[in-house]
């Protein structure tokens, strides 16, 4: 029998149905825009809401009777990669979950060998139903393991919210403890080594520690000088005990992630890469700068390092998330040099500021196989640009995406409706930006506010009352941003919509990597709004001739994209 102790279990993303959701939102629809965001990212078929990835395998079983169960988070969890590289460089013994909805008898596996922790990761979720599905299942079937949450969502509750409504949120969660910090590696790795010592550990030693109380209660068998020195440095706040906060600075280059500690298959042909951490704007929407501290790059050196590995490997196909990864300009043409001298193949997609471009710059794009760009565009109005912070303008926007277009990179627009000034004029501007500049897909997002954002320094000026989806300013309610997202959706013909829920523009890399051809996805796109526009009213293609039609030749493009996918998985001769 084993005598190994896992320190750690790391879990990436759970995926909450998003049926169960619209329905848990449905007897709010007159008060929020929560409902009325999840019709604008979902169809309905035969009653029931899905979302894009969901159609795709619905339409895919009806063509051939096969269940591919794709989905975009089947791609390496990036923060479940770094955490378990970062862990493992530190001499803990860790294993991770990369998507927790289809890898729940590998966790059992796991749990049954009564882990120290377990460490959930929240970089995706905005509300805690799908962390509590994790933490009760870990204490299901592991009671005496720890649970441990950070991560954005945490940080986010922790800077918006007042001790009570922490405790609450908290408390409702259920996990053992949490760690407030935007990055947080370093004291998820102490903590663990705290976990090592048993009874003896000191939690109160650890900055960025918010814990229940009992975890500091002595048993019995402690000695004197254990209890003695517990709960140093805190602070009590209810039930819970809050560490001192020390702003966490963990250098990039010396933490790359080590692929050689993975099954190259985790992470082939799709991987998402990091090559800097924070944004170097201050967008007056936007919180991320503030939570993760000034720009920090890593150097060119050790990206070309990972990227050496990766091409090793058989990776083929490269996300880089990077919030602004064309900023500073000059090394983003190095990096593109670098990987043209290096003669890597990869296909790679990512953010990308129009604004912070020239011609050069998206020639060497092209040059080093850029298939796609995520453009945070937000607004077609320049008066609603300054207002926003964005430092752009909308003919730069519009030259950028037409060059792009000109070279087949694949050009998605991502739009805020609703922001603070926004007016049915601006909202028609940007409808004009959009026909104009003709990027591939566009996407209208409601604008949803937070306490923690810097435009509500300007609340009063705005008039801006409310929060989340709930909302209203001297120039717009949330409903009306709701009616010109809806006028927007149905009248932009130059244009595609591109939906949010787990079919945004980064499961392009992800299709494409699984052998998805490009004019595949486009076509896709284009049959699949035909369905959108009647589900935004709740109307379910069975009732309508016309989306049965429509329905149908999804279903009649799902099996040559069955062709594709077949192709792609079998073995080379």
């Excluded at 490269?318 to 990096?335: E, G, S, Y």
Aim: glycine share 4%; net charge negative.
């Amino acid at each position: 029998m084993s005598n190994r102790v896992l320190d750690c279990i790391i879990i990436g993303y759970n995926d909450v149905d998003v049926q169960l959701t619209a329905e848990n939102v449905e007897s709010a629809k007159n008060v929020s825009g929560a409902y009325k965001e999840i019709t604008y990212n979902t169809v309905l078929v035969r009653g029931k809401r899905l979302n894009y990835m969901n159609l795709l395998n619905t339409t895919l079983r009806e063509a051939v009777n096969k269940d591919y169960r794709l989905h975009v988070m089947e791609l390496p969890n990036l923060a479940v990669s770094y955490l378990n590289s970062f862990l493992i460089k530190r001499g803990l013994d860790v294993e991770f979950i990369n998507f927790y909805n289809e890898e729940k008898e590998r966790l059992l596996e796991l749990l049954r060998q009564r882990p120290r922790a377990v460490a959930i990761t929240t970089t995706f979720y905005v509300e805690p139903s799908p962390i509590i599905e994790i933490v009760r299942f870990v204490q299901q079937h592991s009671p005496e393991t720890i649970v441990i949450v950070g991560g954005p969502y945490v940080f986010n509750v922790c800077s918006e919210q007042d001790y009570e409504t922490q405790t609450y949120i908290f408390k409702s969660i259920g996990a053992n403890i949490y760690i407030y910090d935007s990055q947080g590696e370093a004291t998820l790795a102490k903590l663990l080594q705290e976990l090592r010592k048993g009874d003896d550990r000191n939690l109160s030693s650890i900055t960025n520690l918010i814990y229940h109380k009992k975890l500091d209660e002595p048993s019995s068998i402690q000695p004197p000088a254990t209890r003695a020195r517990r709960n140093l440095n805190v602070v009590k706040t209810g039930s819970l005990i809050r560490t001192q906060k020390e702003v966490e600075e963990n250098i990039l280059d010396e933490n790359i992630i080590d692929w050689a500690k993975f099954s190259k298959d985790y992470y082939t042909p799709t991987v998402q890469m990091r090559t800097a951490r924070s944004c170097a704007f201050k967008c007056a929407f936007c919180s991320y700068p503030v939570m993760a501290g000034p720009l920090t790059l890593t150097s060119l050196e050790m990206v070309e390092k990972e990227m050496r590995q990766l091409q090793e490997d058989g990776a083929r196909y490269l996300v880089f998330i990077d919030d602004t990864f064309n900023v500073p300009l000059p090394r983003f043409k190095k990096l593109l040099k670098m990987m043209i001298k290096n003669s890597f193949d990869f296909n790679w997609v990512s953010y990308f500021r129009c604004s912070n471009s020239d011609d050069e710059a998206i020639d060497l794009m092209a040059e080093s196989n850029c298939k796609g760009v995520f453009l945070g565009i937000e607004s077609g109005d320049n008066d609603m640009l300054v207002k926003m912070n964005k430092h752009a303008a909308v003919e730069k926007y519009e030259y950028g995406i037409k060059r792009l277009n000109e070279r087949g990179v694949i050009t998605f627009a991502s739009l805020i409706v609703g922001f603070p000034g926004e007016t049915p004029e601006t909202v028609r501007n940007t409808m004009d930006f959009i026909e104009r500049a003709q990027p591939t897909f566009y996407r209208a997002e409601m604008y949803y506010h937070r306490t923690n954002l810097p435009i509500h320094q300007q609340a009063d000026t705005y008039g801006l009352r409310g929060g989340g989806y709930s909302w209203s300013h001297n120039t717009m309610t949330w409903q009306e941003a709701c009616d010109q997202i809806e006028m927007m959706y149905r009248n932009i013909k130059g244009s595609t919509v591109l939906p949010e829920s787990m079919f945004d523009f980064w499961s392009i890399p992800y299709l494409l990597g699984k052998g998805i051809s490009k004019e595949h996805i486009i076509e896709f796109m284009k049959r699949a709004q035909k369905l959108l526009f009647t589900s935004l009213y709740g109307v379910s293609m069975d009732d309508q001739d016309e989306d049965q039609r429509s329905y149908q030749d999804l279903v009649a493009l799902s099996k040559e994209i069955s062709h594709d996918l077949d192709a792609c998985s079998r073995p080379a001769l």
